[in-house]
């Protein structure tokens, strides 16, 4: 019987076997990979996260695709009919199951391999594999290793698309422990808006694996609202990193949340290189059973005069944890840097647990920087006033925790995702909105 790294070697050399505009970027990656492994617990960054145990011989790597587009209708989110749309099967974009609803002059989206040898290819040499700068690991390696079955995006010049665009991840489970590895490569042009949204589907109710990596570059004046809803399931295990450059003077704002699963990383980076840039980071997450949600985040101010928000909130019950480690760097030229992070958590399990560990490291003498970290349960005295006013012990708590958790929801500004969020965390709170 195979062990993991085989299964890996057979697939890496069957889908890398005909060359192509990624095979030597492909091929030093899976180098990369041989050299370092699977992170385990000894590596510091991933001491919570206990990925490598899910790799066994139980993988199932195919590019098997019997979804058809009439079964793909019915797993459209509610009111997003006309969303631009992108769907990858078991970890490899479907251009026939994709389309997009605005027009070829305001959005390309195309395969990746495609992207590395016509008019798109110094930007893809230039910016695919960048966030290795901060992730050198193995499973990052690993995921460009398998880089040709990803998309790459471009929103054109002084565009602002009429529709969000919406990544619809479908592993199929059926078969045994599936394993996906998205790659998604988008290049957000001078003056552009967009609204990205990425969310994720199991069939078949078996376990899964992803291992994701999005890369984003934002230039001047463009504006990036970005929004990750994971609600796959119990039986899903996540690593995936999202890196989000900013090139030029722009606004990038993400929003977070994790709602179920076995293990969950999430790495959110914003890269500051240009003056007077801003970003806004955003998570939620809602825990239950045995669930590791780890939520890692670095914040790289380059350059003077640029503000960051971060804001992350967690519930834990049952005997789930929540991780939090947040990172901001202010480089030694990033004057006037303004700078703040927050980490709140509420543990409700008798068995639940939170780790939080916010990091300043700043290497400039003039700027505004704080952090902070909570955890606590919730507040008897608020408990009181609502029981004191006819309301059960059951509905006071769950009054409590979804004012806790809903301003992060609100944080989203497309208002159909907004309102389905806010119906997953109204179920999973016992709620009715």
Not at 218 to 247: C, M
Not at 253 to 275: D, K, P, Q, Y
Not at 390 to 403: Q, T, V, W, Y
Request: net charge negative; proline share 1%.
């Amino acid at each position: 019987m195979m062990d993991a790294t085989n299964i890996l070697k057979e697939a890496f050399d069957k889908q890398n076997g005909a060359g192509g505009n990624l095979a030597e970027y492909q091929q030093e990656n899976w180098n990369m990979f041989s050299g370092l492994g699977l992170p385990a617990i000894k590596h510091e960054e991933w001491k919570y996260t206990r990925i490598r145990n899910v790799f066994t011989d139980k993988l199932v790597i195919n590019n098997d695709n019997n979804l058809s587009k009439d079964a793909l209708e019915k797993l459209i989110l509610k009111g997003t009919e006309n969303a631009n749309r992108i769907v990858f099967i078991n970890g490899r974009f479907d251009a026939t199951l994709s389309n997009t609803t605005d027009s070829a002059e305001a959005l390309c989206i195309k395969p990746l391999e495609a992207a590395a040898g016509d008019e798109d290819a110094n930007f893809v040499n230039i910016n695919l594999g960048h966030s290795q700068r901060y992730h050198g690991d193995g499973i990052n390696a690993l995921n460009a290793a398998f880089a040709n079955g990803g998309v790459y995006i471009r929103v054109n010049k002084g565009v602002s698309l009429d529709n969000p665009i919406i990544i619809y991840h479908i592993s199929d489970s059926s078969q045994g422990l599936r394993f996906s590895q998205p790659r998604i490569l988008v290049n957000i042009q001078e003056a552009a808006q967009v609204e990205l949204i990425e969310t994720y589907i199991n069939l078949g109710g078996g376990e899964t694996l992803t291992n994701e990596v999005v890369e984003i570059s934002a230039e001047k004046d463009a504006v990036l609202h970005y929004v990750k809803l994971q609600h796959e399931g119990e039986k899903t295990n996540y690593a995936g990193t999202t890196h989000i450059r900013q090139t030029g003077k722009c606004l990038t704002h993400a929003v977070t949340v994790t709602l179920s699963g076995a293990i969950v990383r999430n790495n959110l980076n914003m890269v500051m290189e240009a003056e007077h840039g801003e970003s806004h980071m955003y998570g939620l997450y809602l825990l239950k059973g045995n669930t590791l949600a780890d939520n890692h985040t670095i914040v790289d101010n380059a350059m003077p005069h640029c503000f960051s928000n971060e804001l992350y909130k967690g519930i834990m019950d049952d005997a789930s944890t929540g991780v939090f480690n947040g990172k901001i760097f202010v480089r030694k030229d990033a004057q006037k840097t303004n700078a703040y992070q927050s980490n709140k958590n509420i543990l409700v399990g008798e068995n639940a647990s939170a780790n939080t560990k916010p990091q300043l490291e700043i290497l400039a003498d003039d700027v505004k920087c704080s952090h902070g970290c909570t955890i606590g349960k919730l507040d008897e005295d608020a408990l009181f006033y609502l029981r004191a006013r006819g309301i059960s012990a059951e509905n006071a708590r769950s009054m409590l925790l979804h004012a806790f958790a809903i301003d992060i929801i609100e944080q989203i500004k497309n208002e159909e995702i907004k309102a389905y969020a806010e119906q997953l965390v109204a179920e999973r709170l016992s709620f009715n909105i």
